[in-house]
């Protein structure tokens, strides 16, 4: 599976040990994410669910994402949900706006046990949260 | 393709060129009138002193014509019957000539030459086709020949000869110009159409244009008037003095809060930041007023957290319905005598205590409406203490996140500063305004709403 560059943001991809890794770089500030986000994460849960694959998407390098983006993510999540595919995801607690986002979506899926968050500090191991 | 469009193509040349002929036949007729009586002075030095009477009389005579010719184009609009005119006024004019040429002794006069002064203007001025040229040269050439074969003196087959082979001559020249002037007025024709098409086209556009834009304005009004329209006045909350300003982004984005007093005198705040921007995510806010403002007054004594829960069931099924993806940050506050409770998930709270000169960082353990079915497990109550004179600032991500031109956020810090040096020191709807003033000075656009509200315990 390929990155995906759209606008400021930059989403590297790399495939290692069973987990299908993803990096978020830079801003997501689109109004419609639908265009460009939405369809390069429901491939990815295609992927991960017809391979068997874990999901892991870090966004400790990311600089900002919108309100746009959290919706999408938050129907990424539940797509994640429905397939069974297993995700984790990796935010920075020092920077206080991931923190607000990560800790609500955190708690939003604490009982489904698909969904793994955790916070890393900088230059912390990372901290499971759910 | 409209097969009647080559037909109204047509007939829009046709137009266009009656209109051409007709403005060109002014133009000759005028020349009539100021050449034919000119050339008198050529008639003093050349002819006969016997003639020029008779002379100035056919000129008098041509000229008078060719004025009241003039007149009735002036007074007369273009027609496809325009053309008439150009053979007209050849028959005056070379009639004249032709007359002139049997007085002076039929083709051994070198007056024939002014038949061509008659064919090459008129032919060559006026855009029509070949075949006119061909009849109006040869009606002029067909009048010298007969009037001086039946009118006119002895003369020679050579001069003859050498007079027709001039004047037709001129005519083939001027029917050689006439159609290719022609083609290239039905040429400069196609392209003005295929412009004033474009310009048509482009006009279509932008009155499209035009609408999808007041559309968009218009929506985008809408959404202005659903978020403005509810915001609740500034006023005294039981033992708390409260105020708020909300900056709304220029496409509107889902900043809300509220101030409630319920008819059993209970004091409710609340701030939150529906996703997204438009319509849709100001009518989320107005259901989540709704549903809010229904809830805290139907059952006195709620807590936060289960005003809370019934607004996300609320707001969960009608999301859903509307086949949205839209979700809320949202706390809800109850005011009670020495402490604020509070339940859901949205920024930081900063308390300024008084006593301390102080300001503390709070933030708010929880989740969003509109996401998941039930949320009784994720949210929960948090009681601040709240004493004589302590502040509490709520505000929304536009603030925190206003980005200057380096891309750098306003960020808690500012903020967090900015409210130690304005608390307690000035009035609240001038710590409100300093704040909004300070956000406004560092950020270069303003992307999203900015909403501040400030309690202050005053009782």
Known sequence: MHGLALGDLNIEVQEADGKLVQRWKGSSNSRDPSVGLRPFLELAVAEASTRKLVLELHFEDLGHFNSSTVATLLRFIEKCGQKAVKLVLYYNGSQRWQGHNFEAISLLNRSSGLVEVHRVDSGDAPERMS | ?????????????????????????????????????????????????????????????????????????????????????????????????????????????????????????????????????????????????????????????????????????????????????YRLLQGEFRLRAALEDTNTSLETSRQDLKLARDKLWSEMEVAQRIQTALLPKNRRLGGYEAEAVMRPAEEVGGDYYDFLETRQGEHWVTIGDVSGHGVESGLVMMMTQTTIATLVNDLPGRKPSEVFVHTNSVIRENVSRLGGTRYMTLNVFRLDRESVTVAGKHQDILVWRAAADRVETLSNQGTWIGVVDDVRNAVEDQTIGVKMGDWILLYTDGVTEACNARGEFFGEDRLRKAFARVAGKVSLPRAVAELLDEVRQFAARTDDDQTLVLLRRVE
């Open chain 2, 1 to 181: 393709m409209n097969a009647g469009q080559p037909v109204q193509k047509t007939a829009r040349f046709d137009e266009y060129r009656d209109v051409l002929i007709h403005d060109w036949m002014k133009i000759l007729a005028i020349a009539g009138v100021v050449l034919v009586p000119l050339f008198l002075l050529l008639d003093y030095v050349t002819m006969p002193t016997e003639l020029l009477r008779k002379f100035a009389a056919y000129r008098a005579a041509a000229t008078a014509t060719s004025l009241v010719q003039y007149l009735i184009l002036r007074s007369t609009r273009p027609s496809r019957f325009s053309f008439v005119h150009g053979y007209v006024l050849s028959f005056l004019v070379a009639g004249m000539i032709v007359w002139m040429t049997v007085d002076l002794g039929g083709f051994n006069s070198a007056y024939y030459a002014g038949l061509m002064l008659v064919i090459f203007p008129i032919n060559v001025l006026l855009p029509w086709r070949s075949f006119h040229a061909a009849m109006n040269g040869l009606l002029a050439v067909g009048l010298y020949v007969v009037a001086n074969l039946a009118l006119g003196g002895d003369f020679t087959a050579s001069a003859v000869v050498n007079n027709l082979y001039f004047l037709l001559s001129s005519v083939v020249l001027v029917v050689a110009l006439s159609e290719t002037r």
